[in-house]
């Protein structure tokens, strides 16, 4: 099925390859050359950057406009957290492009507490798989679970599908949903959705600030993993244990805190570890 064209939107904050391979959503393919396919529930959307442009193909244009966070000026976030610090000025030139999504909170909830302890690659097939069983037919392709299709599976079906001991988690989280509006949180601060999502089961302190970041759009949280624990000790060691990193960045960057945590994450991931590789 063809999607019809719906909008474009300049590139120069806007790099469709960075904001979707810097680790904030999984559902996505790269299609060919610079195209990407992005799902988001049942909604599908494909992505083609030319020239100075990106141009958007889908259904659900009001949709995917908010998704991209479009209506936000990220040049003049570029600008203010560049004044910060020479590493945050290099970190935010080489991740300008990067966006924070606009996405579902409940299919957030699940693929960050897939996300424990894993790798991209296999989170990404641990999701598909679970979609290609238990999601709903789209005309391209299957949609994300619902709560109660989660729910009502047997645990033994996630092992199956590769989550591993993050199988009674899912389906902890999924029973506890089917009572439990999620939409409470949009009225809580920060630190009290924070202890909200801990009380879920597979929700850690990380899991629950990429959650708040990823799915609620609280732009005052720094989930902190093992990438980020040597962008601190690099280039921001003050003696901090482990667990304070996340509240010494939160208190150094306040409401920017999640964006400069997308910019270090993906400048050490990509560009420091590919510049070192090349020395080597």
């Known amino acids: 099925m063809k999607l019809p064209f719906a909008f474009s939107y300049g590139a120069e904050f806007f790099n469709v390859r960075d904001t979707l391979e810097c680790g904030q959503i999984f559902r ?83 693929s960050f507490i897939i996300s424990a302890n894993n790798n991209i690659k296999r989170i990404q097939l641990i999701i598909e798989r679970i979609c290609n069983e238990l999601g709903e037919n789209t005309p391209f392709g299957k949609a994300f679970p619902s709560v109660r299709a989660i729910a009502e599976s047997p645990v033994e079906l996630f092992a199956r599908l590769g989550a591993g001991y993050r199988d009674k988690y ?79 960045f939160c208190n150094l960057f306040g409401a920017d805190a999640g964006l400069c945590q997308q910019y270090l994450f993906y400048f050490e991931r990509k560009y420091r570890q590919k510049t070192a590789n090349t020395v080597q």
Request: charged fraction near 30%; proline fraction near 2%.
């Open 28 to 110: 996505y393919k790269r299609l060919d050359g610079d195209r990407y396919g992005v799902y988001s529930q049942n909604k599908y959307a494909e992505l083609f950057t030319a020239g100075d442009k990106v141009n958007v193909f889908t259904e659900d244009k009001e949709y995917f406009w908010r998704f991209f966070d479009l209506d936000v000026d990220y040049g003049a976030k570029v600008a203010r957290i560049s004044a910060l610090s020479p590493v945050m000025k290099e970190a935010a030139e080489f991740g300008k492009g990067i966006r924070i999504l606009n996405q579902d909170l409940t299919e957030m909830m699940f």
């Open 170 to 248: 899912l389906v902890a989280t999924a029973n506890k949903l089917l009572t439990y509006d999620l939409a409470r949180l949009e009225g809580l601060d920060s630190a009290a959705a924070r202890k909200e999502l801990l009380t879920f089961m597979g929700v850690g302190p990380k899991v629950a600030d990429c959650i708040l970041l990823f799915g609620l759009r609280r732009g005052d949280v720094f989930p902190v993993d093992t990438w980020l624990k040597k962008v601190y000790h690099a280039y921001f060691e003050q003696g901090h244990k482990d667990s304070e990193i996340s509240t010494f």
